[in-house]
Structures are given as structure tokens and as C-alpha cells.
């Protein structure tokens, strides 16, 4: 059974930094793509991050320069790196996998979610 | 980057309607869109994936269809366990992008 189990959030000054981890089993986190989804009290979902099976990552331009995602494969977990945090950035922040059936995978399609850690950037 | 826009951004209904949501993107995606339920406090669900197809496990009463830039997610009879907020997204280019969402309200 897929499981994706995200840690690290909490209450930050703004310009501070903060890791969320994502640990994962029931899948291998090399072999899939992954990303990051935030959505900020009672609006809509935002996608952050991907990083692809190959390692390749991409990041939405709201936070581009500013996180960083990567993964461990010895640990099976995911990393969101985030650094000079502004209060935009207060958020539940969701690890998801990509879909793949069969021999297709869809890297954009998110069929498993963690069930969140909330960041807040206040002073 | 696509934008994604819903229609409507929320409605009332009873159990055992028809219910219909519609989604534009702001340029041709293809059949790259996906659908997804989200219950309050939790996480979102992958109910439909490339416009058409229903996720393993989904009810058959959700259904998705269109192709290019309009796309329909289509709940043939309301259930109470129905009421939620539905998005949709596009996974056609990066940045993936989210339409605003559409709540479903029980009247």
C-alpha cells in the first residue's frame, strides 16, 4: 500500500527556513516523479515542485530560487528545502506521486497524497 | 503559463440530482486534465485522469469528458457523501496549474 507521510512544518519568521520531509513506502522515490502541492488557508490547491525519476526538477515561479526539492533513496523520503520564507508561503504543503499504469506514467497527475504539513511564516 | 478557470465556483444541490462542472484552460491542453474531490481537512482525491478516465476505486456515477480547452466532470446522482469541493487541473505543461475549485453544497 502506497503511503506518503509528511513532517517538518510549524511556525516561522519570515526570511527563516525550513525542511519538510516526506517519507514514503509501498513505492521507491527514485523510480517515480514526485511533488510538492501547497494550498494556503481556504484557497485553491498550487503546485510547487517536481523532481522526475531522472533527477530533473522544475518549481513554480513563486518559488523559484527560494526551495529547493530533492530525495534520499537510501531513506525512501522526499525533501522540500525552503529558505527566505515570506507569509505567502503559509500553506499546507502535500508530497504526491505522479500516476502510472502499466507501462504509462502521467507525471502531472497526483494519485497519491500525503496528508499535509501546515507551514506558517508570521512574525 | 495555462490558466484554468471553473464554472461554477459553487452550487447547491439535493441528493440524486445531476450535477455538471465545467472547466476551461486558456489554451489547447489536449486530454491532459485531471479531476480531483477534496472533503474538508483532507487531502484531495484523484477522481478522473487524462479527461476521461475514471481512478481505480472511483464510483461510476463520476464521469469526465471534452478535449482541447472545455471539459466537463459530470456526477450522474448526487450522494451525501458527494458534497465537497472539486478542482481541476491541468497536467499537460509545467507549472501544473489548478482550476479555482467548485464546492458542492447540500440545499
Known amino acids: 500500500e502506497v503511503q506518503m507521510v509528511e513532517s517538518g512544518g510549524g511556525l516561522i519568521q519570515p526570511g527563516g527556513s525550513l525542511r519538510l520531509s516526506c517519507a514514503a513506502s509501498?513505492?521507491?522515490?527514485?523510480?517515480?516523479?514526485l511533488s510538492w502541492v501547497r494550498q494556503a488557508p481556504g484557497k485553491a490547491l498550487e503546485w510547487v515542485s517536481i523532481?522526475?525519476?531522472?533527477?530533473?526538477?522544475y518549481y513554480a515561479d513563486s518559488v523559484k530560487g527560494r526551495f529547493t526539492i530533492s530525495r534520499d533513496h537510501s531513506k525512501n523520503t522526499l525533501y522540500l528545502q525552503m529558505n527566505s520564507l515570506r507569509a505567502e508561503d503559509t500553506a499546507v504543503y502535500y508530497c504526491?506521486?505522479?500516476?502510472?499504469?502499466?507501462?504509462?506514467?502521467?507525471?502531472?497527475?497526483?494519485?497519491?497524497w500525503g496528508q499535509g504539513t501546515l507551514v506558517t511564516v508570521s512574525s | 503559463d495555462i490558466q484554468m478557470t471553473q464554472s461554477p465556483s459553487s452550487l447547491s444541490a439535493s441528493v440524486g440530482d445531476r450535477v455538471t462542472i465545467a472547466c476551461r484552460a486558456s489554451?489547447?491542453?489536449?486530454?491532459?486534465l485531471d479531476w480531483y474531490q477534496q472533503k474538508p481537512g483532507k487531502a484531495p482525491n484523484l477522481l478522473i485522469f487524462?479527461?476521461?478516465n475514471l481512478q481505480t476505486g472511483v464510483p461510476s456515477r463520476f464521469s469526465g469528458s471534452g478535449s482541447g480547452t472545455d471539459f466537463t466532470l459530470t456526477i450522474s446522482s448526487l450522494q451525501p457523501e458527494d458534497f465537497a469541493t472539486y478542482y481541476c487541473?491541468?497536467?499537460?505543461?509545467?507549472?501544473?496549474?489548478f482550476g479555482p475549485g467548485t464546492r458542492v453544497n447540500i440545499k
Open positions: 509501498g513505492f521507491t522515490v527514485n523510480n517515480n516523479s
Open positions: 487524462a479527461a476521461s
Open positions: 489554451e489547447t491542453i489536449s486530454t491532459s
Open positions: 523532481i522526475f525519476p531522472a533527477g530533473g526538477t
Open positions: 504526491v506521486k505522479g500516476y502510472c499504469s502499466g507501462h504509462r506514467c502521467y507525471s502531472g497527475t497526483f494519485d497519491s
Open positions: 487541473q491541468q497536467s499537460y505543461s509545467i507549472p501544473f496549474t
